[in-house]
């Protein structure tokens, strides 16, 4: 068994039809089963069975399972793709034996556990491996180094290497006939509608797009996790130390070392969202900020990091930008709590999210000419 992991759009799907393609001789079967569902997966099962010959028509999914066990019936290979939904019960869906192999694609990381020798959790591209494929995607047959190199490792870098962005880029700019300088330009101006259209990568296949293949995992989301990531949004999208949130919860978001004016309403919209984003009937509970980060990291939509003394949040920038832009109408609410959530980060001792907010204050330089005094002290102490 095989299972691939990571976030919406980094090629999981991409890699196993490749791999399907290019050792179709070493299988005598090879299933596409769409994982989404438990109904999809026996139903996926069944029709590909019943489809070898009449001989097959009868049979139940329990029967086709057998059937792909049987070494004498050759080897075959199937492929689960996108089995998200932790709530499958994947086990009683798997053939037995040796003679089938199974592949399993999920951005849910936690599938990894079944099998941990056979887990491949996949990043992002390199800046090398996203400005071969820009090149390569534009028939650009010369290496990079052979021309100049700065708009393609720049469109890279924008498009933060996510394979699926890579490639509606070169979808676009082979349609348009459009350079990547032009694409960039386009990106500043309708970053939206661009990421938003759909691409087929196969002829057998829907249509994806980045910013659909983002959807799909976030409305997956228990409330209370669509909540913290809108809320990090507004953050820098590296590097958030959780020691910030466990800090100021525990003084129930009052402990400001600052009052010097009359709050304004901006900070008790933030206060209050706070308090229900990480608050328990109006306590602290560290176990329920650990279930939302389980829950975005099951999606792959956040990675940790060991920081010194704090976990630190990471989020792709092309995700960090949907996710602000997702719901337009209460967006204030949170930037007015992010504002309040890092200027809670002032303090006069140090703490284990200290080295770690400066990068955030600046990332919110835009707003620094309408913060509230007592904010715009807080900022101007952290840096």
């Known amino acids: 068994m095989l299972l691939i992991t990571g976030i919406g759009g980094c090629g999981k799907t991409q890699l196993m039809l490749r791999f399907m393609k290019e050792n179709k001789s070493k299988f005598t079967y090879q299933f596409f089963i769409d994982g989404s569902s438990e109904d999809r997966i ?19 999914f329990e029967d086709c399972l057998l059937f792909l066990s049987d070494p004498r019936d050759g080897r075959s290979l199937l492929l689960y793709d996108n089995v998200d939904d932790p709530d499958i019960d994947l086990s009683s869906l798997l053939p037995r034996g040796n003679s089938c192999s ?7 990381c936690t599938l990894g556990y079944l099998e941990p020798q056979a887990h491949l959790q996949l990043d992002v591209m390199s800046i090398d491996e996203a400005a071969e494929l820009l090149l390569r995607g534009l028939n650009l047959p010369a290496p990079i180094t052979d ?11 924008t498009l933060g290497c996510l394979p699926l962005a890579l490639q509606q880029a070169c979808a676009y700019m082979r349609q348009t006939k459009c350079s990547p300088e032009q694409y960039l330009e386009r990106l500043s101006t309708s970053r939206e509608e661009l990421l938003g259209r759909a691409i087929k990568l196969q002829i057998n296949m829907q249509s994806v797009s980045t910013y659909a293949a983002f959807e799909t995992s976030f409305v997956k989301l228990p409330t209370y996790s669509q909540q913290i990531l ?42 209050r969202l706070l308090e229900e984003v990480f608050l328990h009937n109006g306590e602290w509970k560290v ?83 309408n913060l509230h005094v007592d904010n715009s002290i807080a900022f101007g102490f952290i840096l």
């Open 147 to 157: 021309r100049n190199p700065n708009d393609i490792i720049k469109l890279a870098e």
């Open 287 to 369: 176990t329920k900020l650990d279930d939302m980060i389980v829950s975005l990291e099951n999606y792959s939509l956040v990675t940790t990091v060991h920081g010194v003394d704090t976990l630190l949040l990471q989020v792709h920038p092309l995700l960090h930008e949907w996710v602000r832009t997702y719901a337009l109408d209460d967006q204030p609410n949170y930037q007015s709590a992010a504002i309040f959530l890092l200027a809670l980060g002032a303090r006069n001792e140090y703490t284990a999210a200290t080295q770690y907010l400066a990068s955030h204050v600046t990332h919110m330089s835009p707003l620094w000419d």
């Open 230 to 271: 809108r809320l990090l949004s507004h953050f820098h999208w590296s590097g958030f130390p959780l020691e910030l949130v466990k800090t100021a919860a525990q003084y129930q978001f009052l402990d400001f070392e600052w009052t010097t004016l009359e709050r304004d309403s901006d900070f008790y919209i933030g206060k």
């Open 102 to 108: 199974v592949a399993i694609t999920s951005r849910n």
């Open 42 to 60: 026996r139903a996926d099962i069944i029709g590909n069975v019943r489809a070898l010959g009449r001989e097959h028509a009868q049979k139940g």
